[in-house]
């Protein structure tokens, strides 16, 4: 059994701490969440393991979100990125500017949207998609379609731009 | 048949459209010029937001120092099994080449390093605990299936044990040759066993070790001969005394025999720098992060703002595998001893516009 969790490990981990970092913009919680998943893993091997793995990471994701609103604290979903005591060149300062409006423009997605997305993005086929996230296969198109689209219209809005994709 | 829907277009860009509706959507796709357009505004938009999911992870790679879990992360905590996947690969009979250089990999530093674990940093019992289950757990079973000199018991129960030991400890080891958990950083910019060295000083004496296995995959360029030429021209630097004794003695044996050329430190000109499209197909064993910098003399390079799926060594190039929509990319890296050489293998159904900013971004 540990055997094939190792397997699963050396597989998938990076990929879903990349995963949980994008969606939380937390690396340690990220790591932390990773960890939890494999733990459980551990407990019941999944025997579809990339959608079960993702799918347990992100209800993690939303357990702790409907935890923090239950607790009367302010969801942050996408907590900054620790400081820096040394300024920071501008070059910097541009870069941390867009990941802050990227996160913002991320943030307006519905949650199954949002987790479609991020799924695609780590190479997650259309079936492995609707397994992790409940969706019908047929609707994980017009899922991602709507995604991208809104993604990148409310990132160029908070760019002050307001062209449609050429 | 009526105008494809949106979906249906980005199912097409992600080659995600069944096979029984595929014909039915290229015949309609081939006479609407409208869907064309729509296909092609579809296609921007896709392309616009991965690039901007890519984003979010730019701030991983440039995070500055003392805020690097997610550097650990890729770097380190896939360590447990990853190292030892060294000495046991996945692949049944992998080349002799590749064998050769994974052991040497193993030799440079005169031991094998260990990992760096961060999890170690983590206050969560719950996670800690799990982590010690789940790590030590696949370490000894990876263990289990490594070569005959890693099967006895006793090397077993040694190695476990010596797991077992570094997840107690938690603090920065730079001395013992463990590159501080900190400072993640430094790991890409040296080998463990020198976490302190400023950028100028190449790992010299390791990088001897890597000229036995390694064979010239592409001619070198003038340049790098007119650069081994000048390196030979200049004094030998005295091995440091930080470095361990294996490294030493390898050093003094070196300069015993007046071989002091191959220790000078070598800034390495690039010998080949080009954008293969043929996509990634096999699936070497994979290597660690470690293995894969110290294989290539200290410098690894990566994609800037990108994370590493894994690394792999086939012969005695290594790879850097990224996973991206399209399929995976690799950033093929190799050493000779005069040369450092990379290249771009990215898939077929990568726009080009993406491959040109990809290979931009390798630093």
Not at chain 2, 197 to 219: D, G, I, K, T
Not at chain 2, 293 to 299: A, H, N, Q, T
């Amino acid at each position: 059994m540990t055997e094939y969790v190792a397997e699963l490990y050396l597989q998938y981990h990076a990929s879903l701490v990349r995963m949980l970092h994008r969606r939380t913009g937390d690396r340690e919680r990220a790591e932390e969440l990773a960890q939890e998943v494999f733990a459980r893993a551990v407990a019941a091997p999944p025997r579809n393991p990339r959608p079960w793995l993702f799918a347990v990471a992100l209800n993690l994701v939303r357990e702790e979100g409907r935890r923090a609103v239950r607790q009367g604290r302010r969801l942050e979903l996408y907590r900054d990125e620790q400081p820096t005591s040394a300024p920071m060149p501008d070059e910097e300062l541009l870069r941390e500017e867009k990941v802050s409006k990227v996160r913002e423009a991320l943030a307006t997605l519905s949650e199954r949207d949002r987790e479609a997305l991020l799924l695609q993005a780590e190479g997650f086929s259309y079936d492995e998609i609707a397994e992790a996230t409940g969706l019908a296969r047929g609707a994980v198109g017009t899922t991602l379609s709507r995604a991208r689209r809104r993604l990148v219209e409310s990132y160029r809005e908070r760019e002050g731009r307001h062209d449609v994709a050429s | 048949m009526s105008h494809l829907d949106e979906g249906t277009l980005h199912a097409l860009l992600d080659g995600e459209v069944p096979s029984a509706d595929l014909s039915a959507v290229e015949r309609h796709l081939a006479n609407c010029r409208e869907c064309q357009v729509r296909l092609e505004e579809a296609r921007a938009f896709r392309n616009e937001a991965f690039g901007l999911i890519e984003t979010l992870d730019e701030a991983v790679h440039r995070e500055p120092v003392g805020a690097s879990a997610n550097r650990d992360m890729f770097f380190e905590s896939p360590d447990p099994a990853s190292s030892l996947r060294e000495t046991a690969p996945v692949s049944p009979a992998p080349a002799p080449a590749a064998k050769r250089a994974a052991s040497g990999s193993e030799q440079t530093g005169g031991r094998t390093i260990p990992p760096v674990r961060p999890w170690v940093r983590w206050g969560r019992p719950l996670s800690w605990a799990a982590t010690i289950v789940v790590a030590v757990g696949l370490g000894y079973t990876w263990r289990g299936r490594s070569g005959p000199d890693q099967t006895s018991p006793a090397a077993v129960s040694e190695r476990v044990a010596a797991d077992t030991r570094s997840f107690a400890d938690s603090a920065p080891r730079d001395a013992a040759g463990v590159a501080n958990p900190v400072e993640p950083q430094a790991q890409l910019r040296a080998t463990p066993s020198e976490p302190a060295a400023p950028p100028p000083a190449r790992p010299e004496a390791r990088a001897v070790p890597r000229q036995e296995s390694a064979q010239p995959p592409v001619a070198t360029s003038s340049a790098a001969d007119r650069d081994v030429a000048k390196a030979a021209a200049a004094p030998a630097p005295a091995p440091r005394a930080a470095e361990s004794p294996a490294l030493n003695r390898m050093a003094a044996a070196r300069a015993r025999t007046g071989d002091t050329t191959r220790l000078l430190p070598i800034e390495r000109p690039i010998a080949l720098s080009e954008v293969i499209t043929t996509g990634v197909t096999s699936r070497p064993p994979s290597i660690s992060a470690d293995s894969a910098i110290r294989l290539l003399g200290g410098s690894l390079r990566l994609i800037e703002g990108w994370n590493p799926d894994r690394y792999e060594l086939v012969d005695s190039t290594v790879r850097v595998v990224y996973r991206t929509p399209y399929g995976e990319v690799a950033l093929e890296q190799w050493q000779t001893d005069r040369a450092v050489g990379h290249q771009l293998v990215t898939p077929p159904s990568a726009p080009s516009d993406s491959v040109a900013a990809w290979r931009s971004r390798i630093r």
